[in-house]
């Protein structure tokens, strides 16, 4: 990523730093849930997120000269990370567009239990809080995502509040199982290949898988006004904005609990979703959000 003899940034400016990265990550959702709402579509917003975040570090490699490599027995490996990628992107963009931002990104940060799930079924022991942190994350989930319907002031039957909220909850769990064998797969087979070119020819692959999967299905639907065109132009900027400044910033922090703070991206959303969508949930929601957090910042940080 940079250059290994970097001097490691202040404490304090990695903690800003990292919370200015979570809160654009998280601008990112809140456009795409704009555009959705103003006719445009999953496809079509992963497309251009895609394809503009791919051509944002392209350049970014190109003007700092790092050489655009790849061993020929890891392309076949990289393609098959960036199909997951794919399953990733539409999957997360699906439950935003039908769940509160806020509530779909915090049940997609369950992808470090899964994460933990993965590589403990292939051998690798999880550590002993895993035991007491996966389960509180889960149960801080289904207090946020209200399964009950309690949160509303009233008691609504399950199947109920499924049908409501499945749909966009099942997307976004299969988001985060996607993105956590993503991440087993990339540190298993990719783990020496430069973090900036890893992602772009992710992004390109996505790109690419949704862009034809669109022209194939005539999948696409343009924005319906200027609004929607705003938010489809602000989800591809934050998103590559986020992504490169993450390059930057990242391997510089010199603390794993700088990394952590990525995790307050829900809260993040929970509060922009509130102020420019108007999405509003209950207090035991927040609560909720903030257990879940707590568990897998928690998990997170546990030596293994």
Not at 56 to 68: Q, T
Not at 248 to 270: H, K, M, Q, Y
Request: glycine share 8%; with cysteine.
């Amino acid at each position: 990523m940079t250059s290994p003899t970097a001097a490691p940034l202040p404490r304090w400016l990695g903690i800003v730093l990292m919370m200015a990265i979570t809160a654009i990550f998280a601008s990112n959702h809140v456009a795409a849930r704009f555009a959705f709402e103003h006719g445009t579509n999953v496809v079509t917003a992963v497309s251009f997120r895609s394809a503009g975040t791919a051509l944002i570090v392209f350049f970014l490699l190109k003007v700092l000269g790092v050489p655009f490599k790849l061993a020929p027995e890891l392309r076949g490996k990289a393609l098959l990370i960036g199909l997951l990628l794919s399953v990733q992107s539409f999957c997360l963009y699906s439950a935003v567009a039908r769940i509160p931002v806020a509530l779909a990104l915090l049940a997609f940060n369950t992808c470090p239990v899964m994460l933990t799930l993965i590589s403990w079924a292939f051998g690798e022991a999880p550590p002993r809080r895993a035991l007491w942190a996966m389960p509180l994350a889960l149960c801080g989930l289904a207090l946020a995502l209200d399964v009950s319907g309690a949160a509303g002031g009233k008691h609504v039957d399950f199947s109920a509040r499924w049908v409501e909220i499945g749909a966009g909850v099942a997307f976004a769990l299969t988001a985060a199982l996607s993105f956590a064998i993503v991440l087993f797969l990339s540190n298993k087979w990719l783990k020496n290949v430069d973090g900036r070119i890893r992602s772009v020819l992710s992004m390109a692959v996505v790109a690419v898988v949704t862009i034809a999967a669109g022209a194939a299905t005539s999948g696409f639907a343009l924005p319906a006004d200027g609004y929607g065109w705003a938010g489809l132009v602000v989800l591809t900027l934050c998103y590559g904005t986020a992504i490169t400044s993450l390059f930057v910033v990242l391997p510089r922090l010199g603390s794993t609990a700088n990394a952590a703070l990525l995790n307050f991206e829900p809260i993040a959303a929970l509060v922009l979703g509130y102020f420019i969508l108007g999405q509003v949930v209950a207090p035991v929601q927040v609560l909720g959000a903030f257990i879940v957090i707590g568990a897998i910042i928690s998990l997170g940080l546990a030596k293994r």
